[in-house]
């Protein structure tokens, strides 16, 4: 059993910035890779940023220049650093552990781009 734990989501006005986090415990010896991923509402699911074990970053291209994704192999941790927020930003926040042959998720966390 894999437990991925997030925060940092909230309200937030346009051009402000937020930090999430999330906290990886249990049977995490094999992750390969870490993420964000987000759900706007009345949409599907999307990607919005994945780091590999050496730190290799991905982005989606509506995040790139704005927002930047950053792990603590010793903590077990990923970090997402969102600059210049804009209210399409707004959508449920998953953290996602990446494992040979499944994915873990996180509960979410709501982030709002609103004035």
């Known amino acids: 059993q894999v437990q991925l734990v997030e925060s940092g989501g909230g309200l937030v006005q346009p051009g402000g910035s937020l930090r999430l986090s999330c906290a990886a415990s249990?049977?995490?010896?094999?992750?390969?890779?870490m993420g964000w991923y987000r759900q706007p509402p009345g949409k599907q699911r999307e990607l919005v940023a994945t780091?590999?074990?050496?730190?290799?970053?991905n982005y989606a291209d509506f995040v790139k220049g704005r927002f930047t994704i950053s792990r603590d192999n010793a903590k077990n941790s990923v970090y997402l650093q969102m600059n210049n927020l804009k209210p399409e930003d707004t959508a449920v926040y998953y953290c996602?552990?990446?494992?040979?042959?499944?994915?873990?998720w996180g509960q979410g966390t709501q982030v709002t781009v609103s004035s």
């Open positions: 780091i590999t074990l050496a730190g290799s970053p």
């Open positions: 996602n552990a990446r494992f040979p042959g499944t994915d873990s």
């Open positions: 249990g049977r995490i010896f094999n992750i390969y890779a």
